[in-house]
């Protein structure tokens, strides 16, 4: 990711909302960048204006100290391939993510799935994906993956895998 951990990117916040140099430019993906996919002026915008509101910011970092933020995909450590000729979980499998994830965002998600072995993380479902986590409100891609016959996953079943992966 861009700032590496939440706590980096609320203290980007916080200097956001003190100084007036372009914020988060980090993050824009423009002609300029190539930043966060999917993230343009107007979500930039609203950042710079949060970051001026210093209860928010404070409440943003309080929150960030009262939970536990899964900041980067990298926090996975996988034993080495030489030592263990044991398959990856998602070893060649094309995963898709429905559904919110508490605690983490959907690209830390499909980073995890790669780090553990599928070949892609498509946003969308179709004939070659191969599973479909399914977070809360997993909705259309859920439906649709049933009508196709496709494995769904409960999330707390990736969870599980993406735990025992760090051990």
Do not use: C, W
Not at 13 to 42: H, M
Not at 57 to 82: Q, R
Not at 96 to 110: E, H, K, L, N, Y
């Amino acid at each position: 990711s861009a700032y590496g951990s939440a706590n980096a990117f609320l203290e980007a916040v916080e200097d956001a909302g003190q100084n007036s140099t372009t914020p988060f430019a980090l993050l824009a993906n423009d002609e300029e960048n190539d930043g966060v996919k999917g993230i343009g002026p107007v979500l930039i915008s609203s950042l710079s204006n949060f970051s001026k509101d210093k209860m928010l910011v404070k409440a943003a970092k309080d929150l960030a100290a009262a939970i536990h933020v899964l900041d980067d995909a990298s926090e996975i450590t996988l034993p080495p391939t030489s030592s263990t000729n044991a398959p990856l979980p998602f070893d060649g499998l094309a995963v898709v993510f429905t559904g919110s994830i508490p605690d983490m965002s959907r690209s830390s998600a499909q980073e995890m799935a790669k780090l553990l072995g599928a070949k892609s993380t498509p946003g969308s479902v179709s004939k070659a994906t191969d599973i479909v986590v399914e977070g809360d409100k997993g909705g259309k891609k859920a439906d649709k993956a049933r009508s196709l016959g496709i494995r769904i996953m409960d999330l707390s079943e990736f969870l599980k895998i993406v735990q025992e992966a760090k051990r």
